[in-house]
């Protein structure tokens, strides 16, 4: 028995197979119990480590979830298989046909069903590995084209956008023009009026042009006679001469009811244009960067820059927000008051110096003055075309004198509001551009209007102000004023309010 089983072990020595980890020790043959014990507990190891590979095993395939890579799960399959290698080697030394011998089979054929149970799982794994990264491929694809279309989406959502603003643009052109059409309506009952006395007019021209007739008839008539005397002239020459004077001062009277006629067609026809656009609001020159919309859009502006400036430079300086809005509202309302005032003296004068000038007597001389007379009579108005001028022409140089205004305003506001230099030179920017806006809104035609006259608990009025920090239908306080077409006319830009509860 024992030289069979080293005959056993000298043709296995043969085979060259690696030794399975951890059991270097085995007899070359088996000549006793002892030995076959040995044996045995060397199997148990080698079951032990079939089992610690196992569990590794199963710790790799978890690892495989996770992203591990293919070439160490097929090392720990390789180490398996020379596990398994070594185990048939030691089965082949261990050939015998004792009861424990063939517990050492029956170890053995136990061992290589784990074995291909775990072969089986692993290429169970190995499959699903491949599956995953196909999967991955296809997730990243997809991924790929859910970019691709949310780009698109995107695209499409800002050309929506875009339209939108168009649209929105196009209804703003709308309402205008519906404004503009009852304006419109408003000029014809007024044109009709002009034309009625027009007709009027040419009535008396038709009136005329009978009287014209009648003298060229009697002219004709006095021709016919002056040939039928002129055998008489010598006789007669004082009579024709009287004739003559009569046809004269005839021919002058129709020369001067023409140039009359002329005249009031052209007066008339100029008259209307004026009164079209004198004090009317709805037609604007949209080449004029200073127009009303223009001047409502550079107010919205101050309040989202310049005032927000302020107000911090003036928080820097310790002052609180509330007391810094009261500062800004009442340097924008006091300016726009003085500024109100200046405009409508300046017309005052223009029209009064138009009339009559100023005389004083300096040093014996008598010279022109720029102050009015208060114990002056009372002028009428110069014809509206001129007033159309002036202001007009008021509006143009509007920009040369901002400088002055605003030299001239700056110590009364510093005045009137109690402010210190730092607090003045905090709000430099801010009172420059107030002085701009409200010398424009003054010199239109009409001159535009701010309301900010609410004071603590009156009626929150949503259609000219909106909320500041807080909502309400009671007014806590005014930030920023309404800006209107003219007094009670149109609204151009909306007011901010604080609401309370």
């Known amino acids: 028995m024992s030289s069979k089983l080293c005959g056993i072990g000298r043709r296995s020595t043969r085979k060259k197979k690696r030794p399975l980890q951890g ?12 030995d076959v014990e040995n044996m045995k507990s060397v199997v148990k190891q080698v079951t032990q480590s079939c089992r610690s590979m196992k569990k590794e095993l199963s710790k790799v395939l978890y690892r495989e979830n996770q992203d591990v890579s293919r070439q160490k799960i097929e090392e720990d399959v390789r180490t398996i298989r020379r596990s398994v290698d070594d185990l048939h080697r030691l089965m082949e030394l261990g050939e015998y046909e004792s009861e424990k011998e063939i517990a050492l089979k029956s170890e053995n ?13 692993t290429q169970e794994n190995t499959d699903a590995h491949s599956r995953t990264l196909k999967e991955e491929g296809s997730v990243k694809e997809e991924n790929k084209a859910l970019m691709e279309e949310n780009q698109e989406l995107r695209v499409e959502l800002a050309n929506k956008k875009k339209k939108l603003l168009e649209l929105e643009q196009i209804q ?10 009852k304006n419109l309506k408003t000029k014809e009952n007024e044109n009709e009026k002009l034309n009625h006395e027009i007709q009027k007019l040419k009535k008396d021209n038709n009136s005329l042009e009978d009287e014209l007739k009648s003298s060229r008839t009697e002219f004709d008539n006095l021709q016919q006679t002056l040939s039928l005397k002129h055998i008489q002239q010598q006789e007669n020459e004082d009579q024709l001469n009287e004739l003559q004077a009569d046809i004269n001062r005839l021919q ?30 709805n037609i604007t020159d949209l080449s004029d960067p200073n127009r009303p919309l223009k001047v409502g859009e550079k107010l919205t502006r101050l309040y989202d820059d310049e005032w927000t400036d302020a107000i911090e430079a003036l928080e820097d300086e310790k002052v609180t927000e509330l007391d810094g809005i009261k500062i800004l509202l009442e340097l924008l309302t006091e300016t726009f008051t003085v500024c109100k005032s ?7 004068t223009i029209r009064a110096l138009l009339a009559c000038p100023q005389l004083e007597k300096v040093k014996g001389e008598i010279r022109m003055t720029n102050e009015l007379n208060d114990e002056m009579v009372e002028i009428p108005d110069p014809p509206q075309e001129i007033m159309k001028m002036i202001k007009d022409h008021r509006k143009e140089v509007a920009k040369i004198i901002l400088p002055k205004i605003l030299k001239a305003l700056s110590p009364h506001l510093k005045h009137e509001l109690n402010l210190n230099d730092a607090k003045m030179k905090a709000c430099d920017a801010y009172i420059e551009k107030c002085v ?8 239109q035609d009409p001159p535009m209007d701010l309301c900010w006259q609410y004071k603590h608990g009156d009626p929150f009025p949503s259609n000219s102000f909106r909320s500041y920090t807080a909502s309400g239908d009671k007014v806590d ?21 604080q609401g309370l509860k």
């Not at 200046?342 to 005052?348: A, G, M, R, V, Y």
């Not at 306080?477 to 830009?493: A, D, T």
């Open 172 to 181: 703003k052109s709308i309402e205008q023009v519906d404004s503009i059409e």
């Open 252 to 281: 002058y009277k129709l020369q001067k009811e023409v140039d009359a006629k002329d005249h009031a067609l052209n007066r008339l026809s100029a008259l209307a244009a004026v009164r079209l656009k004198d004090n009317n609001p």
């Open 109 to 121: 054929r136990k061992l290589k069903r784990d074995y291909e149970t775990l072969q089986r799982q």
């Open 342 to 348: 200046w405009s409508t003296s300046q017309l005052t």
């Open 23 to 34: 059991v270097s020790r085995i007899p070359q043959c088996l000549e006793s119990e002892e």
């Open 436 to 443: 701009e806006l409200c010398w424009y809104m003054l010199v």
């Open 477 to 497: 306080y005014v930030v920023w004023p309404s800006l209107y077409l003219y007094e009670n006319g149109s609204i151009i830009s909306k007011g901010v309010c």
